[in-house]
Nanobody, 121 residues
Framework: QVQLVESGGGLVQPGGSLRLSCVAS???????MGWFRQAPGKEREFVAV???????YYTDSVKGRFTISGDNAKNTVYLQMDSLKPEDTAIYYC????????????????WGQGTQVSVSS
């Protein structure tokens, strides 16, 4: 398995930016790395994933605003979030799974503890 620790959440005004980081430890080479989010009263949903071959997938609502990237030397995956909207408010979770392409929560083998992102004026 792999252990995940997120950081970088916070409160930002609409239109602002945040960058989330997720440091992975363990057998990281086995996994694709991604991000999910869960808003109050809603189910956890897929946001973005970075596959081994550097292919990236995004949910439609964040395309053009969010960018997922990785630093293999640091075992870290990032989520750059720009042009943030109030509807992006959620707890964001780093995730590791073995399914390539889009992931569902059922495809995730390991979760981080989550980091709160709040977008409000």
């Amino acid at each position: 398995q792999v252990q995940l620790v997120e950081s970088g959440g916070g409160l930002v005004q609409p239109g602002g930016s945040l960058r989330l980081s997720c440091v992975a430890s363990g057998r990281t080479f086995l996994y694709h790395m991604g991000w999910f989010r869960q808003a109050p009263g809603k189910e956890r949903e897929f946001v973005a994933v970075l596959n081994w071959n550097n292919l990236k997938y995004y949910t439609d609502s964040v395309k053009g605003r969010f960018t997922i990237s990785g630093d293999n030397a640091k075992n870290t995956v990032y989520l750059q979030m720009d042009s943030l909207k109030p509807e992006d408010t959620a707890i964001y979770y780093c995730a590791a799974g073995r399914r390539s392409g889009y992931m569902t929560p059922a495809d995730v083998d390991s979760w981080g503890q989550g980091t709160q992102v709040s977008v409000s004026s």
